[in-house]
């Protein structure tokens, strides 16, 4: 595992975009994949600055959506859908090769499920999986507890998450108690796993997660046994992490 540590947040989001960047220029017709999430804004800012101006050709490459809330849809402000939308796809002046993305307030979820998985399946390995990490640890939806082996399904939210949950819905309180997620399994099985994580409530669980016993109480563990996996931080997410930890490296 290396885990890369940037001053502060923005220069951790140009170092997620430079390893996004030169992993799809290596391989043009990539599956990629994106959280939602406060963490990720600056990298898919960044990225699609890239693609304004020509450095990354997403003409090839396949998107498929992480993770997304059941009952709040695309039109939603705080869904993930309309995350992708808002900060992704809209932005980007040229569009991906193909694009999957969750509707959460559909009545065919697992249809949806079993869509993500086809188009996993169809384009993947996911060659780019791009995760952010929750508070609880979690990766995606895939919440303490989680089975490591499952795939695209449907999951009960765990109480930290529907904690944390309001800071999407500007404040309000909305009664949401699922999420649908790509698995655990289909994580480890892509190419290369970036995790950013930024700030200082971040530190405590990064430092679970990558010091700590691998253990579906803390899902993000699980990442310690991906072979390419490696960790983007600022200093604030960073500072439970001893210095001189082997494969960490100050940008
Ligand atoms: P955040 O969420 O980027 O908003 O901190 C991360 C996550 O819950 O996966």
Same mark, same amino acid.
């Not at 509707?103 to 697992?110: C, F, L, M, P, T």
């Given at each position: 595992?290396?885990?890369?540590?940037?001053?502060?947040?923005?220069?951790?989001?140009?170092?997620?975009?430079?390893?996004?960047?030169?992993?799809?220029?290596?391989?043009?017709?990539?599956? !990629?994949?994106? *959280?939602?999430? =406060?963490?990720?804004?600056?990298?898919?800012?960044?990225?699609?600055?890239?693609?304004?101006?020509?450095?990354?050709?997403?003409?090839?490459?396949?998107?498929?959506?992480?993770?997304?809330?059941?009952?709040?849809?695309?039109?939603?402000?705080?869904?993930?859908?309309?995350?992708?939308?808002?900060?992704?796809?809209? !932005?980007?002046?040229?569009?991906?090769?193909?694009?999957?993305?969750?509707?959460?307030?559909?009545?065919?979820?697992?249809?949806?499920?079993?869509?993500?998985?086809?188009?996993? $399946?169809?384009?993947?390995?996911?060659?780019? $999986?791009?995760?952010?990490?929750?508070?609880?640890?979690?990766?995606?939806?895939?919440? $303490?507890?989680? =089975?490591?082996?499952?795939?695209?399904?449907?999951?009960?939210?765990?109480?930290?998450?529907?904690?944390?949950?309001?800071?999407?819905?500007?404040?309000?309180?909305? *009664?949401?108690?699922?999420?649908?997620?790509?698995?655990?399994?289909?994580?480890?099985?892509?190419?290369?796993?970036?995790?950013?994580?930024?700030?200082?409530?971040?530190?405590?669980?990064?430092?679970?997660?990558?010091?700590?016993?691998?253990?579906?109480?803390?899902?993000?563990?699980?990442?310690?046994?991906?072979?390419?996996?490696?960790?983007?931080?600022?200093?604030?997410?960073?500072?439970?992490?001893?210095? =001189?930890? *082997?494969?960490?490296?100050?940008?």
């Amino acid at each position: 595992m290396k885990i890369i540590v940037a001053k502060d947040y923005e220069a951790m989001s140009r170092a997620a975009a430079d390893q996004v960047e030169a992993l799809v220029r290596a391989e043009p017709e990539a599956l !990629v994949s994106f *959280p939602g999430g =406060d963490t990720p804004v600056g990298l898919l800012r960044e990225f699609c600055r890239r693609v304004k101006e020509g450095a990354i050709d997403p003409s090839g490459l396949k998107f498929v959506q992480l993770d997304d809330w059941v009952g709040i849809g695309p039109n939603d402000e705080g869904s993930c859908s309309n995350f992708i939308r808002e900060n992704l796809l809209r !932005v980007m002046d040229r569009p991906f090769g193909d694009v999957f993305t969750f509707n959460g307030a559909g009545e065919d979820i697992d249809a949806q499920l079993a869509g993500q998985e086809a188009f996993i $399946e169809k384009y993947g390995p996911i060659c780019v $999986e791009v995760l952010g990490i929750g508070m609880n640890g979690h990766l995606g939806f895939n919440e $303490e507890g989680i =089975d490591f082996s499952l795939r695209s399904h449907r999951t009960p939210l765990s109480s930290v998450t529907r904690g944390v949950q309001k800071k999407y819905f500007g404040g309000r309180d909305l *009664p949401l108690k699922e999420g649908i997620t790509q698995g655990i399994a289909q994580i480890m099985e892509s190419k290369t796993v970036l995790a950013i994580a930024n700030g200082k409530k971040k530190a405590d669980i990064v430092a679970k997660a990558i010091l700590g016993p691998v253990t579906n109480q803390v899902p993000a563990s699980v990442l310690q046994g991906h072979g390419r996996c490696l960790y983007l931080l600022d200093e604030e997410a960073a500072s439970l992490l001893p210095a =001189d930890l *082997p494969g960490l490296e100050r940008v």
